[in-house]
């Protein structure tokens, strides 16, 4: 894609993505400096011109959490203020998703607090994939564009030549999320009647759906410390699942959760590169990861080129 006004750039969260992202639109990272004072403050500074160009920022908010988030914002503030025609913040990985309500008394709503200082910051949109929850889009008042991971799940467990899967939701709330994703792989759904005990600790009640006798799949938005995910597949495998393989699009996988799956029953887990993997993880035999830089790439040029991007949201 060659258009001058056209300008990518890539925090520290996740360069390799965004590189990735340049070669399918065919055009370099935008140029800019990146560091910090010996304090810890974040200094950025953009390295060539931006006035009226549309201005792609790619920095997924994954961990260190704050550190990357404020220096999405930083950057976007630096675009603002060098006359960007057009800042969209392209956040693969959205953090603070899950507080995305007051579910107990005295508690933020983090994830609308999060979209609110994107705005403040200067965003004029939004490019994100697989929200925890996808009514927080309804907490921007600038256009926000919800890419999902699907398409490239179903590409990879459809080439599989395996018996027929059950797919599994891990919770009520990804139901709709599993259900999508098995109509497109022709596969029977199951849920799991869990109940969160405490932050990162959840209790597998019940398995809702019959798995006996067939390969299971778990569906899930991203995995933290793989604790309800090593649970859910040792709920699956008492209930009769021959074997349980797993997916998710954000691998977070914080704690002990590489431990936790290298160790667990798990046959496989596909995640895909919207968090960079670990040392750890990309040692981890059992993990694979899936680019989306292509779906990314496609988003991208849809918006700058003033395009529908609906067929990509399926």
């Known amino acids: 894609m060659v258009d001058e006004r056209f300008k990518l750039f890539s925090g520290s969260a996740n360069r390799p993505l965004a590189e990735e992202i340049g070669r399918a639109l065919h055009v370099?990272?935008?140029?800019?400096?990146?560091?910090?004072?010996?304090?810890?403050?974040?200094?950025?500074?953009?390295?060539?011109?931006?006035?009226?160009?549309?201005?792609?920022?790619?920095?997924?908010?994954?961990?260190?959490?704050?550190?990357?988030?404020?220096?999405?914002?930083?950057?976007i503030d630096a675009f603002k203020r060098a006359s960007a025609w057009r800042?969209?913040?392209?956040?693969?990985?959205?953090?603070?998703?899950?507080?995305?309500?007051?579910?107990?008394?005295?508690?933020?709503i983090s994830a609308k607090l999060v979209a609110d200082l994107l705005e403040t910051a200067g965003s004029s949109r939004a490019l994100t994939m697989d929200l925890h929850a996808p009514q927080i889009q309804g907490y921007f008042n600038i256009p926000v564009d919800h890419l999902y991971a699907t398409p490239v799940m179903v590409d990879y467990f459809a080439k599989l030549a395996k018996a027929q899967y059950t797919v599994v939701s891990p919770d009520a709330g990804g139901v709709e999320r599993a259900r999508f994703f098995g109509k497109k792989i022709n596969a029977p759904l199951a849920i799991m009647d869990k109940r969160r005990i405490e932050m990162n600790v959840a209790e597998v009640m019940n398995?809702?759906?019959?798995?006996?006798?067939?390969?299971?799949?778990?569906?899930?938005?991203?995995?933290?410390?793989?604790?309800?995910?090593?649970?859910?597949?040792?709920?699956?495998?008492?209930?009769?699942?021959?074997?349980?393989?797993?997916?998710?699009?954000?691998?977070?996988?914080?704690?002990?959760?590489?431990?936790?799956?290298?160790?667990?029953?798990?046959?496989?887990?596909?995640?895909?590169?919207?968090?960079?993997?670990?040392?750890?993880?990309?040692?981890?035999?059992?993990?694979?990861?899936?680019?989306?830089?292509?779906?990314?790439?496609?988003?991208?040029?849809?918006?700058?080129?003033?395009?529908?991007?609906?067929?990509?949201?399926?």
């Open 87 to 108: 800042i969209t913040a392209v956040v693969p990985y959205y953090c603070y998703a899950r507080q995305d309500r007051k579910d107990k008394p005295r508690v933020p």
């Open 28 to 75: 370099p990272l935008g140029q800019c400096a990146l560091g910090r004072f010996s304090d810890g403050e974040i200094y950025f500074q953009i390295l060539e011109n931006v006035r009226g160009a549309d201005v792609f920022v790619v920095q997924p908010c994954c961990h260190p959490v704050d550190q990357h988030l404020v220096e999405l914002l930083m950057m």
């Open 207 to 314: 398995v809702i759906g019959d798995v006996r006798g067939r390969p299971a799949l778990i569906i899930d938005d991203m995995i933290d410390t793989a604790g309800t995910l090593v649970k859910t597949t040792e709920a699956l495998l008492d209930h009769g699942a021959t074997a349980v393989s797993a997916c998710c699009t954000h691998a977070v996988l914080s704690g002990p959760a590489v431990e936790r799956i290298s160790k667990s029953a798990l046959t496989e887990v596909v995640v895909t590169d919207t968090i960079p993997l670990s040392p750890a993880a990309k040692a981890c035999g059992k993990i694979k990861a899936l680019s989306v830089a292509s779906l990314f790439a496609r988003g991208i040029q849809s918006i700058h080129e003033e395009s529908s991007i609906s067929e990509l949201f399926i």
